[in-house]
T-cell receptor
Framework: NAGVMQNPRHLVRRRGQEARLRCSPM?????VYWYRQLPEEGLKFMVY????????ESGMPKERFSAEFPKEGPSILRIQQVVRGDSAAYFCASSRPGQDYEQYFGPGTRLTVT | GEDVEQSLFLSVREGDSSVINCTYT??????LYWYKQEPGAGLQLLTY?????DMKQDQRLTVLLNKKDKHLSLRIADTQTGDSAIYFC?????????????FGGGTRLMVKP
């Protein structure tokens, strides 16, 4: 049973470009959480999605950031017009419905903005 | 808002026990977690404890929860060099609105041979 998959593992973007981060949850998991980890810090919650629904986006920056989890395919975290401060590791976690207390994390995407 | 605090660094000798401490402020926390992060890797769920429990043991790991003091600890018995990593404490309300984890800043455990 494959774990949570994230790609790419490393992403380099110039300021002003767009970054697309993908997350495929574990088999049987339909809940996805995105977290951001700035250097030398803990993880901060960004957004919680279920299939085709954003449940809680209280941790998302108000501009440039968006997330989706379509009926088919991976969850996407999209950052438009990236700035240097967006450089971080972005992790997604997945869980089964009714078992949100057990979240399993992917290996993360390390975004570097030059 | 919620706040989770951990000490930054812990150094132990191989074979000793390690104790990593964590304090939290949200009295409505339902679940408390310990995750392990090795360099360049994602987070590995080590163990979690439900808030109505005082202790949970899993092989070399023992979690103690003092709900009155909002204090959580992770004890690793017979610490090995492979245990060197960053350990994150996290809490969540796990209500119907989801289970957003609030993380501490992490404790870097260094195990000396």
């Amino acid at each position: 049973n494959a774990g949570v998959m994230q790609n790419p593992r490393h992403l380099v973007r110039r300021r002003g470009q767009e970054a697309r981060l993908r997350c495929s949850p574990m088999k049987g998991h339909s809940h996805v959480y995105w977290y951001r980890q700035l250097p030398e810090e803990g993880l901060k919650f960004m957004v919680y999605l279920q299939k085709e629904n954003i449940i809680d986006e209280s941790g998302m920056p108000k501009e440039r950031f968006s997330a989706e989890f379509p009926k088919e395919g991976p969850s996407i975290l999209r950052i438009q017009q990236v700035v240097r401060g967006d450089s971080a590791a972005y992790f997604c976690a997945s869980s089964r419905p009714g078992q949100d207390y057990e979240q399993y994390f992917g290996p993360g995407t390390r975004l570097t903005v030059t | 808002g919620e706040d989770v605090e951990q000490s930054l660094f812990l150094s132990v000798r191989e074979g000793d026990s390690s104790v990593i401490n964590c304090t939290y402020t949200d009295s409505s926390s339902t679940y408390l977690y310990w995750y392990k992060q090795e360099p360049g890797a994602g987070l590995q769920l080590l163990t979690y404890i439900f808030s109505n429990m005082d202790m949970k043991q899993d092989q070399r790991l023992t979690v103690l929860l003092n709900k009155k003091d909002k204090h959580l600890s992770l004890r690793i018995a017979d610490t090995q060099t492979g245990d060197s990593a960053i350990y994150f404490c996290a809490e969540s309300p796990n209500n119907n609105a989801g289970n957003m984890l609030t993380f501490g800043g992490g404790t870097r455990l260094m195990v000396k041979p």
